[in-house]
Structure formats: structure tokens, C-alpha cells
């Protein structure tokens, strides 16, 4: 059996991204800042980690505080203890991200326009994807959780429309 690749994984991530914002957009809103700020914070308390438990050798320089470690922790619980602060910054982030994965997408297309039968139903779904995107950078404040709604369908078509693409290709 083969193993998953990176390109099933962003598939399926994308498909559970958009199942949780569509079923929970109030909540996902909150809960994804907190998530992003727990993985800033676990890195960071790896490093202190590493910095104060490393063994000392006479005669060598200690290495340097690593600041960055420190600052990941600072950012990452300021996001945990704020997570309303940074809401409305998430949505011109997830508005970018998902400009890039519909251009991305659109570009994979485009290069597999051969193996295709209905080239146009493939490329709008690539097209939805973008003006979806430009629709969440233009009105990022209209309704956050509409917004998260609109976010999360798209997120849905985006990883079952590129599954699907996958496992044509993959074929071949």
C-alpha cells in the first residue's frame, strides 16, 4: 500500500478545515487563533527547553538566550489570550490563502489540460476558488462567521475538486 503524499494530506486538511467552519464558523473563528497561537508556543518551549537542559562543556562559549524562542512564546500566548484581536487579521490571511491555493490550483490545471475531459467544469472550480478569496479580502468585516461560512465551502470544494484531480492523475 502506498503512503499518503503531501498532496492527499492538504486535500483531506482541507476538507476537515471546511466541514468545522462550515458546521462551527462562530467558535472555528476563536479556536483557530488559539490553535495557531499553540503552535507558536510549543516550538518556542522547545527551544527554551533545549536551551536551559543543553550540557555545559568547560571551556566552550555558551551559545545565546534564544530570543526567537522567547518571542514565539510571547506571540503565541498573546494570541491565546486575545484571540478576538486577531480575528479580523485572520481574515485577510485566509482570504491570501485562499487566492494562492485556487492560483495554484488553476496552474495545475492548466499544465494537465491534456488528460482532461470537461476542461471548463475543471477550471471554474479553480476560479471559485479565487474569487472567493478576492470576495473575503474585499469584505473581510461584513460577517465574520458568513465570511468563515464562505471560507469553509470553499475549503470543501477546493480539497474534493483537487482528491478528485489526484486520483485522475495518479491513474495515469
Known sequence: MKSLNGSVLRCIFAIVLGLVLVLWPEAAVTYLVITIGICFIIPGLFSL??????????????????IDGAGSIL????LVIMPQFFVSILMYVLGALLVL???QQLISL???????????????????TVITG???????????????VI?????????I????????????
Not at 506571540?75 to 498573546?78: D, H, I, L, N, T
Not at 492548466?110 to 471559485?128: H, N, Y
Not at 475538486?161 to 495515469?172: D, P, Q
Request: glycine residues 8%; aromatic residues 18%.
Open 161 to 172: 475538486s483537487e482528491l478528485i484531480n489526484w486520483y485522475k492523475f495518479s491513474k495515469r
Open 75 to 78: 506571540f503565541g500566548a498573546w
Open 101 to 103: 491555493a485556487g492560483a
Open 134 to 148: 478576492i470576495m473575503i479580502l474585499a469584505y473581510p468585516f461584513g460577517a465574520a462567521a458568513n465570511t468563515f
Open 110 to 128: 492548466v499544465s494537465a489540460r491534456k488528460w482532461m475531459v470537461d476542461k471548463m467544469v475543471e477550471l471554474r472550480k479553480g476560479k471559485m
Open 49 to 66: 527547553l533545549n536551551y536551559f537542559t543543553r550540557e555545559k562543556v568547560e571551556g566552550e562559549p555558551s551559545p545565546m538566550f534564544p
Open 151 to 159: 471560507f469553509g465551502v470553499a475549503c470543501l470544494i477546493y480539497g
